[in-house]
């Protein structure tokens, strides 16, 4: 059975921190494509930032300098790192798992509440 796990979110003032982890089991978690996305009320799903499996790095225009994805293979975990968060940061927070050799094997989390506010 395939879980992804996140924890760390929470409210958050304006240019603060947070940092966000997702526990991922039941997958090759090395062989995956992770990857953070959001949800903002109203709004659909978009991706945040991902990484291979070889650690190659994208991210949306908006969290460049200020979001970094990170993945430790031991843990079966990847991390998101946000600074200078802002208000328009506000979303549930979705970890995404992807099998690049197979697209029907595509896994999400439950979601994890991001509150910027002051």
């Known amino acids: 059975q395939v879980q992804l796990v996140e924890s760390g979110g929470g409210l958050v003032q304006p240019g603060g921190s947070l940092r966000l982890s997702c526990a991922a089991s039941?997958?090759?978690?090395?062989?995956?494509?992770m990857g953070w996305y959001h949800q903002a009320p109203g709004n659909q799903r978009e991706v945040v930032a991902t990484?291979?499996?070889?650690?190659?790095?994208n991210y949306t225009e908006s969290v460049k300098g200020r979001f970094t994805i990170s993945r430790d293979n031991p843990k079966n975990t990847v991390y998101l790192q946000m600074n200078s968060l802002k208000p328009e940061d506000t979303a549930v927070y979705y970890c995404?798992?992807?099998?690049?050799?197979?697209?029907?094997?595509?896994?999400w989390g439950q979601g994890t509440q991001v509150t910027v506010s002051s």
């Open positions: 995404n798992a992807r099998c690049p050799f197979n697209s029907r094997w595509n896994y």
């Open positions: 039941g997958i090759a978690f090395s062989s995956y494509t």
């Open positions: 990484i291979t499996r070889s650690g190659n790095t």
